[in-house]
């Protein structure tokens, strides 16, 4: 015959306590659930019931502290106790009455148990409202066992919950912190939540949702929420947007954050499901490029997952997350059309995020692209100041790229855009569709040297030498030389490389210092695949050196100042030298005093 | 020197604030220039295993493998000057990423694999790990005795604290029994990350696009629908997603999806023609034909934003079918051919070849 297992419930509650329930505090939030689901529950019996819910706490002297919780919703019969109370993973709050469960908090059956991590004992009195059964009393113990009985006299419909405090919990039963947790989960509960503890009592959740409430005008109301924000939240926000979705049936706020946002955060929205608080870190309700925002937000029709810090993806949370995002992107427009300084103010924090929802979104596009601030090599600049002196907007898609050329560009007098951080080039690249008279170019920082100014066809011929010696040298290195006029002219030649180029450089250094088995594989990453990345050496004209240089007859003394002159413009490119680089430097200063210091029998 | 410091810290704090993505890898690079440059070895070699990270996960194994080479070989020099769990962790995705190269040859593949095992082995920690990445990198050269060999030792051996987290184990192993053709065992992998709690850094993303044509081939069509819009909106947050759009391409394209199969497509094919690894374009351009049959249904030509390399549009922006489909499949071929010529099998030109064959599973339907 079949058995059935033994479950040790003290087991198990010391596995929820300390695993499931992350927090022992959550079992304030597991009562308030059940006290609001039995009240949605009465409501549909009758709609006109004025649904209400009171903690009341007590400390008799020489005992420990206990708390009495008490719902006016519709209650149990011992039948019904009996199936829920008594099966871990049961609800009461199943489909029998034609409602759905979404109609819930509580779905998981197993909130009561909850209780026992901070009490040894539970003890339920409740009534139901749907029949005229007596009152029952369950009384729960952790080690497993319970008992039900009837009850005679009056009873009005609802339940109430007693506990018993276990002394670790102590912390948990005084008023003050009980309050603080009741209006944690709760407050922003549609009816009154009572907090009573010795002589004290009140309702908790008297101001309700303050973006809900009325207010004599938009600037009474935004102190208000972000008073709000810095208390729920912590922290102060320089704006606070309201939000809204009808398919989702949320409201709520979006509170601007006063720091630069960070691509890579953990996106926490707290969210309240049906007015109970759900989570603190909701990940997935707004749209991905809101991450300038935090907001406090109450949805009724979206399902949570289990672990509840997101919600199902489907279409309504799709729906619910586009609304939300638009009534973002429509407050920022709207700030863009009535409070320049404001937007000014945001987005000297926030142009990242901007620049995400501008790639995003054509209208957002339009509207912020000319303020937003890009890196150039004159300063920081926004697009409305680079396109007022540029007919042509160049820029580097790789940061690396940029930092290499930035310099010389500016000695030019050359306007170049950093475009390397995410989003930018992308951003850059869609400028003419956006404005007519504007022209992008990408620049490869290997072609630079293309707009420097070219030499002369005399001029050519005075270098034509020294350029074919160069292009000999300097093949074994992946470098071709090319020769132009720039400044300064104290600068004899100009390294730039490529990404591909600068990996090349990097390759060969592993390679260098590896041990043959990654010697071998390096060499075959190399391999014809990648094609050749040749970096570039740019001579200058306009520099004495070059132009002497370029008058001697001795080839083997050319070669040795052409190695030279690379390796230092290497360093001066800032580029860590390879052991064959440091060899020709070496070599080359060798053959150089060598050179120039005549031997001793040639000496007179 | 202090210059050359904070210019590093300030690098690193920048790159901090960025998931992996091609700009946190050149911040890093740069990063690692400047420490170069100043001889500062350790600075070099942390900045380096930063970069290592935001390569591997941005879809930059070149770069991983020039840093990891550097690392050890100072981690040789001076072995107790840097932490050697750090370095053997990485080591991991050295030997698992070295496969998608086809330049890489065989041999060298499993001397990796030897060298990783007599290191861990001689460091004292358990082969499972070990074992894993050897059976896995076999199903990558196709070579399933080898693998299953690897296998058997692989549920022999002990976890431990070098032992892929509990959700990339499942979906290797998901990937193994994909590779024997065994759905139900890959699917049962899969599922405790697509339908389970299992997460890590890329799931439930990794695992549950692989589950979709499983799904298909057990007849379990409407999960693997479902289980495809759960993850779509992931495929846009992820770190790299050019490896997974392939598959959603090729799941909507048999499905008969193809405006969504189209528009996943268009979105990542310029990432995967820029992508190092020859392996990504494989998989895109199988997956691309598969589309081009789809639409071939509807007409001759089709409207599609592709990057300039492939076969141009007319002036409406339409293109032909017939040649764009040639191109993707030559190409496609060309790099099965590269990789198997490595493996020294034609594990990938066969897998090219039954592509087409994907729509019985739509029809069977």
């Known amino acids: 015959m079949d058995h059935h297992f033994q479950i040790n419930l003290r087991g198990i509650i010391e596995l929820l306590a300390n695993h499931l329930y992350s927090r022992p505090e959550v079992f304030v939030r597991e009562l308030l659930q059940n006290g609001v689901d039995a009240i949605t529950a009465r409501l549909k019996l009758d709609p006109a019931h004025q649904g209400e819910i009171s903690f009341e706490l007590a400390a008799p002297r020489g005992k420990p502290p206990t708390l009495v919780v008490t719902d006016n919703g519709v209650g149990m019969n011992e039948a019904e106790v009996h199936r829920f109370l008594a099966t871990i993973g049961e609800s009461s709050k199943r489909a029998a009455d034609g409602s759905k469960i979404e109609d819930y908090l509580g779905q998981f059956g197993i909130g009561l148990l909850s209780c026992f991590v901070v009490s040894d004992e539970i003890v339920l009195v409740t009534k139901s409202a749907r029949d005229d059964s007596p009152a029952v009393e369950w009384r729960g113990r952790a080690d497993g066992s319970y008992g039900v009985r009837t009850l005679t006299g009056e009873h009005a419909p609802g339940t109430q919950v007693y506990l018993a405090c276990r002394e670790a919990s102590r912390e948990l039963f005084r008023g003050d912190r009980l309050r603080e947790l009741v209006l944690h989960y709760g407050g922003l509960l549609p009816y009154p939540i009572s907090v009573t503890s010795g002589r004290s009592s009140q309702v908790v959740n008297r101001d309700g949702a303050p973006w809900r409430k009325a207010y004599r005008n938009e600037r009474e109301r935004t102190e208000e929420l972000l008073r709000f924000g810095n208390q729920v939240l912590g922290g102060t926000f320089l704006d606070a947007i309201p939000l809204r979705s009808a398919a989702g049936g949320a409201d709520g706020v979006a509170f601007v954050l006063s720091h630069s946002a960070n691509l890579a955060a953990k996106r926490a929205h707290r969210v309240y499901l049906k007015n109970m608080l759900l989570s603190e870190e909701a990940d997935n309700l707004l749209p991905d490029w809101a991450f300038f925002v935090k907001a406090v937000v109450n949805v009724e029709n979206l399902r949570p997952t289990a672990s509840r810090e997101s919600f199902y993806e489907d279409d309504r949370l799709a729906a619910t997350r586009d609304e939300l995002g638009h009534c973002l992107r429509q407050h920022l427009i709207e700030l863009a059309e009535r409070d320049r300084p404001r937007l000014a103010r945001f987005l000297d924090v926030h142009h990242l995020a901007i620049k995400a929802l501008a790639q995003e979104d054509d209208e957002c596009y339009r509207t912020f692209i000319d303020w937003l601030p890009f890196e150039t090599s004159q300063g920081r600049k926004t697009i409305e100041e680079i396109r007022r002196s540029e007919a042509t907007i160049r820029f580097l898609t790789d940061v690396g790229e940029f930092h290499q050329v930035a310099k010389v560009a500016a000695s030019q007098g050359t306007l170049l855009v950093n475009g390397g951080y995410v989003y930018e080039a992308d951003l850059l690249a869609r400028l003419p569709e956006f404005f007519d008279d504007v022209r992008v170019e990408q620049v490869d920082p290997a072609a630079l040297a293309q707009s420097f100014e070219e030499l002369s066809l005399a001029e050519q011929d005075r270098i034509e030498n020294l350029l074919a010696v160069a292009t000999r040298v300097l093949r074994p290195l992946k470098c071709v030389p090319e020769v132009r006029k720039f400044q300064p002219a104290e600068i004899a030649a100009l390294f730039s490389a490529g990404q591909e180029a600068r990996f090349q450089r990097s390759l060969e250094q592993a390679q260098e210092t590896a041990d043959p088995l990654f010697a071998g594989v390096l060499g075959a990453l190399q391999g014809k695949e990648r094609g050749v990345a040749s970096a570039q050496l740019c001579l200058n004209y306009n520099n004495p050196l070059i132009l002497r240089l370029a008058a001697v007859p001795d080839a083997g003394a050319v070669r040795r100042c052409l190695e030279v002159l690379y390796v230092q413009s290497l360093l001066l490119a800032q580029q860590p030298l390879t052991t064959r680089e440091l060899g020709l430097l070496s070599q080359g200063i060798l053959g150089l005093v060598e050179w120039a210091v005549p031997k001793a029998e040639e000496a007179p | ?365």
Not at chain 2, 159 to 169: I, K
Not at chain 2, 219 to 229: S, V
Not at chain 2, 240 to 255: G, W, Y
């Open chain 2, 1 to 365: 020197m202090s210059d050359e410091l904070s210019r590093i810290a300030e690098l690193r704090r920048e790159s901090w604030s960025l998931p992996a993505c091609a700009t946190k890898v050149s911040l890093l690079e740069e990063a690692v220039r400047i420490a170069d440059l100043h001889g500062d070895l350790d600075q070099g070699y942390s900045l380096r295993q930063d970069l290592m990270e935001a390569a591997t996960f941005s879809g930059r194994d070149d770069v991983l493998l020039v840093a990891f080479a550097w690392c050890l070989a100072q981690f040789d020099r001076e072995p107790d000057r840097f932490d050697r769990w750090h370095l053997f962790w990485k080591y991991k995705w050295v030997v698992g990423n070295a496969p998608n190269f086809p330049t890489i040859s065989r041999a060298q593949i499993e001397s990796l694999l030897d060298d990783m095992q007599r290191r861990f082995q001689q460091a004292g920690f358990s082969l499972h790990c070990v074992h894993q990445k050897r059976r896995d990198v076999m199903c990558s050269l196709r070579d399933l005795a080898a693998a299953n060999q690897s296998h058997e030792l692989f549920i022999r051996a002990r976890r431990d604290a070098l032992s892929d987290c509990a959700a990339c184990v499942e979906c290797n192993t998901g990937e193994y029994f994909e590779l024997l053709e065994d759905w139900e065992a890959a699917w049962s992998s899969y599922a405790k990350i697509a339908e389970g709690t299992l997460r890590c850094h890329v799931e439930p993303l990794r695992s549950t696009s692989h589950a979709l044509l499983p799904l298909l081939r057990l007849n379990q069509r409407e999960k693997a629908i479902e289980l495809q819009k759960k993850v779509a909106r992931l495929l846009s947050k992820s770190e790299d997603p050019t490896r997974r759009a392939a598959e959603h391409v090729t799941f909507l394209a048999v499905i008969g999806e193809t405006a969504r199969a189209k528009r996943i497509f268009e979105r990542y094919l310029p990432g995967v023609l820029a992508s190092v690894a020859p392996l990504d374009r494989l998989h895109m351009y199988a997956a691309g034909v598969l589309l081009l049959d789809r639409l071939a249904a509807k007409g001759p030509a089709v409207k599609m934003q592709l990057p300039a390399a492939l076969p141009p549009a007319d002036e409406q922006g339409r293109r032909e079918i017939a040649p764009l489909r040639a191109w993707l499949e030559s190409e496609a071929e060309q790099i099965a051919r590269q990789f198997d010529a490595r493996n020294g099998n034609e594990g990938h030109l066969r897998e090219l070849r039954e592509v087409p064959s994907l729509f019985e599973l739509g029809a069977a339907l």
